[in-house]
């Protein structure tokens, strides 16, 4: 045993290695890379993973991993936990023809920039060729790594968030649809709120200056981060030391780059408080997507549009941008940033409509996995479940279909799992109210009480613990989707419905 420990250490290194060079020219290929360069690039990436299976596929190695895990009792909990962790992947990965896995990661690294331009053109038909390969790729992949009780979406869906299938999600999808869709109506067909003041002009400088004062108050450490700007806002990082967010700034949208710069920082810290321990093994990171989705969440809606948040840092905002915000009450600011309305974008959506852009992606996922759809009829599937979820028309593809770059990057079984991870913050939230003193946590001059807390329940342990065992550990049950209803509802029918004066109780 010792000598397959000794072959699978070294091989991890040598894999580390490469992960390492394909995370960062992924995050040049989304930040900076020139258009021109990315056919070549697909075909040294090509390369690149050929070399990397070469390793990892080699008998040697696959034997180690073997032996390990035949005889994981032996080892230590974590190693124990890695290996497991391992070999279910690679004996997945080892399912798949080589050829095919190269072949497809070649594809991906060119759609996403096709899957660009078509958004920049709105050419739903520019994109179509490429999704239908992918989705190709996404049957083939069901196919060869189906089993007794992993069928078509489901093997997907578990790929993410391991335990949640069709039944968990169509069970969590329905309760939220009874609850929220009569709740949204009823909250929309109120009074309209003014919120004017956030499409006025706004300098994208003083965005970015505004952006920075955030990492700040978040305290998010530019020695092992940065920022840069992107079509689409994303985390990417490698173990604890080496953490990047994007960020993509409107000059009539002020708010679009606040809460986005909030939400990626939220992925970042969860990153950043991993235990450094783990940095190098296959226990690095967050555990789960839902639950690196909770915690960006958490900071975005329950931190970020809190009203105790703003209290302290709406003066700064409004010294920034005196001309556009100085007859701007921080009462109306807060309202306005928790304005619910039924918009076209999923990432500028409010928090209470968020879930039913979710669930039209769940159902179009279904209809193409399940039921063939194919890519030519996507957009009017798209629009149609706008109109029967948020009552919109959608007008063009570059704000509908086009809009998310999941499925160019191949993602198919991952947005379920936004809106779960909004249900577990609210969870984790319950919980939190009761150990800390809210008002005090979320109004101070940084957000170090919180990061603490968050980091001693959840971020610490990486990827070491399911959620499952996070939320049973913390909150004492196990995932509770109750908890997500009663706080949107309690928040927002206090901004809402009741007195607009009481909201300085909400936290
Ligand atoms: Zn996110």
């Known amino acids: 045993m010792e000598n397959a420990l000794e072959i699978y250490q070294k091989a991890r290194k040598k894999l580390n290695a490469f992960h390492y060079a ?4 992924s995050w040049d290929s989304e930040t900076e890379a020139p258009v021109g360069c990315l056919e070549e690039r697909s075909k040294q990436i090509g390369e690149l993973v050929s070399m990397m299976l070469e390793i990892s596929h080699c008998k040697e190695y696959v034997e180690a991993v073997k032996t ?15 290996i497991v962790k391992v070999w279910e992947e690679l004996e997945k990965e080892l399912k798949i023809p080589e050829a095919e896995l190269i072949e497809y990661e070649m594809l991906l690294a060119k759609a996403n920039n096709i899957w660009c331009e078509a958004k920049l053109n709105n050419n739903y038909a520019l994109f179509a060729p490429v999704l239908a390969q992918i989705i190709n790729w996404q049957k083939k992949y069901i196919q060869y ?16 968030e391991k335990g949640f299938t069709k039944k968990e999600y169509d069970e969590f999808f329905d309760l939220l649809k009874k609850e929220l869709v009569p709740f949204v109506k009823k909250i929309t067909s109120l009074k309209p709120l003014d919120d004017s003041f956030v499409y006025k002009k706004y300098s994208i400088d003083k965005q970015k200056e505004f952006a920075h004062y955030l990492m700040d108050v978040m305290c998010f450490d530019k020695k092992f981060g940065l920022t840069k700007e992107s079509e689409h806002p994303f985390t990417s990082g490698y173990g604890t030391t080496d953490v990047r967010v994007t960020c993509h700034y409107y000059e009539n949208l002020l708010t679009s780059s606040i809460f986005s710069m909030i939400h990626e920082l939220g992925h970042a810290t969860y990153e950043r408080q ?16 839902a639950m690196h989705e909770s915690q960006s969440r958490f900071y975005e809606n329950i931190v970020g549009r809190s009203y105790p948040f703003w209290s302290k840092h709406y003066p700064v905002l409004q010294q920034l941008f005196f001309e556009n915000l100085h007859d701007v009450e921080l009462d109306d600011f807060y309202h306005a940033i928790n304005k619910i309305e039924k918009t076209l974008i999923r990432t500028e959506a409010d928090e209470l409509t968020y879930p039913l852009h979710i669930m039209v992606r769940y159902d179009i996922e279904k209809a193409i996995i399940e039921s063939n759809l194919d890519v030519h009829a996507l957009p009017k599937l798209w629009n149609k479940l706008y ?20 499925w160019a990057g191949g993602s198919f079984g991952y947005f ?19 150990e800390l003193n809210i008002d005090e946590a979320f109004g ?3 957000l170090s009480k919180v990061n603490a807390w968050l980091k001693e329940k959840v971020h610490k342990y990486a990827g070491s613990k399911s959620p499952k065992e996070i939320l049973l550990m913390v909150t004492h049950e196990e995932f509770n989707p109750k908890y997500y209803l009663e706080y949107l509802k309690e928040k927002l ?5 009741s007195e607009p004066t009481r909201h300085a109780q909400i936290s």
């Open 22 to 25: 394909m995370y960062l020219i």
């Open 68 to 82: 390990l895990y035949d005889k994981k009792e032996e080892l230590t909990t974590d190693l124990k936990l890695e």
């Open 145 to 160: 790594l189906e089993t007794d009780t992993l069928k078509g979406y489901d093997v997907l869906l578990n790929d993410y």
């Open 274 to 289: 991993c235990d450094s321990k783990y940095d190098d093994t296959a226990l690095s990171g967050g555990t789960t997507m």
């Open 387 to 406: 109109q029967d979820y948020l009552g919109i028309e959608v007008p063009n593809d570059t704000k509908g279909i086009l809009q998310d770059v999941h």
């Open 416 to 434: 379920p799992t936004y809106a779960l991870g909004s249900a577990y913050a609210a969870q984790l939230y319950h919980q939190m109210k009761k």
């Open 444 to 446: 101070a001059d940084d």
């Open 493 to 497: 029918s206090l901004i809402h419905i």
